[in-house]
Nanobody, 124 residues
Framework: QVQLVESGGGLVQAGGSVTLSCTYS????????IAWFRQAQGKEREFVAI????????YDSPSVRGRFMISENSAENSFYLQMNRLKPEDTAEYYC?????????????????WGQGTPVTVSS
């Protein structure tokens, strides 16, 4: 059973930056992937970025490409979402997720483990 705990959300002005952290524990599988999703009020959960434990590849959503970056510090069992040039439309609850499945999954259905979420509000 993998436990995920996010931190780092808050209120930020448009154009600013913030870094979200997710600490994981209990991982016993060697492949799989970790990812960030977000969910704005009244909308479906949306894929943001993924980092594969299987081969180290990363992929991010076109809506954040060039502004957000996913990274991992395996020594600290943590991964991060560096968010730059934030826009009001980036306002959402941000979730980290993990899957033991091998592949790149952009649907929430591909993930077995979820954190509790951390809010990010971008003011204009």
């Amino acid at each position: 059973q993998v436990q995920l705990v996010e931190s780092g959300g808050g209120l930020v002005q448009a154009g600013g930056s913030v870094t979200l952290s997710c600490t994981y524990s209990g991982r016993t599988f060697s492949g799989g992937a970790i990812a960030w999703f977000r969910q704005a009020q009244g909308k479906e959960r949306e894929f943001v970025a993924i980092s594969s434990w299987t081969d180290g590849s990363t992929y991010d959503s076109p809506s954040v490409r060039g502004r957000f970056m996913i990274s991992e510090n395996s020594a600290e069992n943590s991964f991060y979402l560096q968010m730059n040039r934030l826009k009001p439309e980036d306002t959402a609850e941000y979730y980290c997720a993990a899957t033991s499945l091998r592949g790149i999954f952009t649907s929430p259905l591909g993930y077995e483990y979820w954190g509790q979420g951390t809010p990010v509000t971008v003011s204009s």
